[in-house]
């Protein structure tokens, strides 16, 4: 006598009438649309309060560490990158004495260089997706970035005109807008967020992050100054040199900034992903229960 075996959907483990549309990747656990909380989460909401808690997650130490550690996994493309900032320069140039006016050649440029972050930014939310066992972002399509330009542009309109407004009243409010405001680049970047949008999802994000982001922001904007002096120092020192010395203090002194600047939206960015729990805790962190 055979017995027929009907299967049932499982539940969610919180909420027994409701069905479950994930599983936990950290303890297992079904969750229903309610506990996701963001709809690409792949955690729990009290697996992702102890990962929050976990205050290796966002420790400044670690970011940039982890930054420095992208870019050097993204070295082939910077260095892509880097010859089509150049190549856009030197058309905006041709640009420039063609028109005979500064406005086409300042804006090509302007697009250019939003442009560039933005593949940047969204080539590295591609590789910490792919770590987080995360749909990849398509980086390839030119429409994607083409479309995002003017939103960027537009956040950072905005984001000048709201720290400006901090600025007015004392220097710390200004400081503080500019931390709310950190990490709406990325937002804008990775998921194509409105400029309005992106500011108020930095603003939550960073909640409660603002000390730790500090922590890792603040070397990295005192170390773009830092390296284009030394840069400026080294070609100036090797000027009169045979050509194969000054050519290389060139390279070097160009590599030193590039890098500098590369790593203000690769912490951006790495600090995005993982307030969205969107990339992993590293398991050998230790972690709250």
Same mark, same amino acid.
Not at 117 to 133: H, K, Y
Not at 143 to 165: E, N, S
Not at 168 to 185: N, W
Not at 205 to 219: I, K, S
């Given at each position: 006598?055979?017995?027929?075996?009907? $299967?049932?959907?499982?539940?969610?483990?919180?909420?027994?009438? %409701?069905?479950?549309?994930?599983?936990?990747?950290?303890?297992?656990?079904?969750?229903? *649309?309610? +506990?996701?909380?963001?709809? $690409?989460? *792949?955690? +729990?909401?009290?697996?992702?309060?102890?990962?929050? %808690?976990?205050?290796?997650?966002?420790?400044? *130490?670690?970011?940039?560490? #982890?930054?420095?550690?992208?870019?050097?996994?993204?070295?082939?493309? !910077?260095?892509?990158?880097?010859? !089509?900032?150049?190549?856009? =320069?030197?058309? @905006?140039?041709?640009?420039?004495?063609?028109?005979? @006016?500064?406005?086409?050649?300042?804006?090509?440029?302007?697009?250019?260089?939003?442009?560039?972050?933005?593949?940047?930014?969204?080539?590295?939310?591609?590789? /910490?997706? $792919?770590?987080?066992? =995360?749909?990849?972002?398509?980086?390839?399509?030119?429409?994607?970035?083409?479309?995002?330009?003017?939103?960027?542009?537009?956040?950072?309109?905005?984001?000048?005109?709201?720290?400006?407004?901090?600025?007015?009243?004392?220097?710390?409010?200004?400081?503080?807008?500019?931390? +709310? *405001? @950190? =990490?709406?680049?990325?937002?804008?970047?990775?998921?194509?967020?409105?400029?309005?949008?992106?500011?108020?999802?930095?603003?939550?994000?960073?909640?409660?992050?603002?000390?730790?982001?500090?922590?890792?922001?603040?070397?990295?904007?005192?170390?773009?100054?830092?390296? #284009?002096?030394?840069?400026?120092?080294?070609?100036?020192?090797?000027?009169?040199?045979?050509?194969?010395? @000054?050519?290389?203090? #060139?390279?070097?002194?160009?590599?030193?900034?590039?890098?500098?600047?590369?790593?203000?939206?690769?912490?951006?960015?790495?600090?995005?992903?993982?307030? /969205?729990?969107?990339?992993?805790?590293?398991?050998?962190?230790? $972690?709250?229960?």
């Amino acid at each position: 006598m055979s017995s027929a075996v009907s $299967e049932v959907a499982p539940t969610c483990a919180v909420h027994p009438l %409701e069905d479950s549309v994930f599983v936990c990747d950290r303890c297992g656990s079904f969750g229903c *649309t309610g +506990c996701r909380g963001h709809p $690409e989460a *792949t955690r +729990c909401a009290p697996c992702v309060r102890r990962i929050r %808690e976990d205050p290796t997650a966002m420790a400044p *130490t670690r970011l940039l560490r #982890d930054a420095c550690s992208l870019l050097l996994q993204h070295r082939v493309l !910077l260095a892509g990158l880097f010859i !089509l900032q150049w190549l856009c =320069l030197m058309g @905006s140039g041709a640009l420039l004495h063609l028109t005979q @006016s500064t406005l086409p050649g300042i804006t090509s440029l302007v697009a250019a260089e939003l442009g560039l972050s933005i593949l940047l930014m969204r080539a590295v939310a591609r590789r /910490l997706r $792919e770590q987080a066992g =995360l749909p990849a972002l398509d980086v390839s399509s030119p429409w994607v970035v083409l479309a995002r330009i003017p939103l960027l542009f537009l956040m950072y309109v905005l984001t000048f005109l709201v720290i400006l407004g901090g600025s007015f009243l004392l220097v710390l409010p200004g400081v503080y807008m500019a931390l +709310c *405001t @950190s =990490l709406a680049p990325a937002a804008v970047a990775v998921d194509g967020k409105g400029p309005l949008a992106a500011l108020r999802l930095s603003y939550q994000l960073v909640r409660g992050h603002r000390r730790r982001l500090l922590g890792a922001l603040l070397p990295v904007l005192v170390l773009m100054p830092v390296t #284009d002096t030394v840069g400026s120092l080294l070609t100036d020192a090797t000027e009169h040199l045979p050509a194969p010395f @000054s050519v290389a203090a #060139d390279i070097v002194a160009t590599l030193m900034v590039m890098a500098s600047v590369t790593l203000h939206p690769l912490v951006l960015v790495l600090a995005y992903q993982r307030l /969205l729990e969107r990339q992993p805790v590293s398991r050998s962190s230790p $972690e709250r229960t």
